[in-house]
């Protein structure tokens, strides 16, 4: 009898509470068993055993076990979604608004930085070049190059000079085969000057067979005509010495406004002595 009743505990649901309980809902009282003798209380268990409404007894606690799981599953789903709950629309439209307002407040930073390193790049690369015109006048009898201002349109195309990139190119570095080396590129060249010319830099053509270094060039003659309405106002010819100080005779700039630094020029230039700064132009 008692196997029987283990079992049954188990196929309500493996609840020996939920099978109690239903025995005392139909007034099988278990204090009753404790307070008799081992042989009476062996009797009444038998009694109780056999005149209990089984039907009713296995229909409670059927619904007891089933009511039981059913929490159980309730509980599960609700923890279930939970922790699988995501972004709600509102949220998402709340963190794009943060992302794009960081940009904006970045993204004027980013392109300074990156206005400022490309004319560090462009700086240096002057830099070199005014090197490299030193290291050439040292090989010539202090002599500077002789190059055109625009190799494609040469000043005497029956005599044309040679490219500056050409002249300066075993200085620099250049590659066998290739069009110029780097270093006469500027990384904001965007009139692609250097494709064209060979170099994103105006060599100084003023200064073409020139000593470098040197602080005057003597014997010039200027002629000066000025005719207004088809009559001569004004005719002079007379001698000039020019000077060419090295801290301020410039020998290669950019051939346009690259570099944009509003009120100042947008051209970086390199002087015979070697410094690097931005181009002054002074109005007299």
Same mark, same amino acid.
């Given at each position: ?103 904006? =407040? ?43 201002? =625009? ?134």
């Amino acid at each position: 009898m008692t196997t029987t009743l283990v079992n049954m505990n188990t196929s309500f649901g493996g609840s020996n509470g939920v099978f109690r309980q239903c025995c005392r809902n139909h007034r099988f009282d278990n204090r009753s068993e404790r307070e008799l003798s081992p042989a009476r209380s062996a009797y009444v268990w038998q009694w109780g055993l056999k005149n209990l409404p089984w039907r009713q007894v296995m229909s409670d606690a059927l619904r007891a076990g089933d009511s039981s799981r059913s929490s159980t599953s309730a509980k599960s789903r609700c923890l279930f979604r939970t922790e699988t709950s995501g972004f709600t629309l509102i949220e998402l439209l709340v963190v794009i608004v943060i992302i794009g307002l960081l940009a904006s =407040l970045l993204l004027p930073a980013i392109s300074r930085a990156k206005a400022k390193a490309y004319n560090t790049v462009c700086v240096n690369q002057l830099r070199q070049l005014g090197t490299a015109t030193r290291l050439y006048a040292e090989d010539n009898d202090t002599r500077m190059p002789k190059a055109e201002i =625009l190799p494609t349109l040469p000043l005497d195309p029956q005599n044309p000079l040679p490219r500056i990139c050409d002249v300066l190119g075993p200085y620099v570095g250049k590659a066998a085969g290739t069009n110029s080396a780097a270093v006469f590129k500027c990384p904001t060249d965007n009139l692609k000057m250097f494709t064209r010319q060979g170099s994103s830099y105006e060599w100084n053509t003023e200064l073409n067979g020139h000593r470098i270094d040197e602080t005057r060039s003597s014997n010039v003659r200027i002629v000066r005509v000025e005719i207004i309405n088809g009559e001569v106002v004004e005719n002079t010819d007379e001698q000039k010495v020019l000077r060419f100080p090295p801290e301020t005779t410039p020998l290669f700039l950019d051939y346009d406004e690259f570099h944009p630094r509003a009120p100042k020029s947008g051209k970086n230039v390199v002087f015979m002595d070697g410094h690097v700064t931005p181009l002054e132009v002074k109005l007299d």
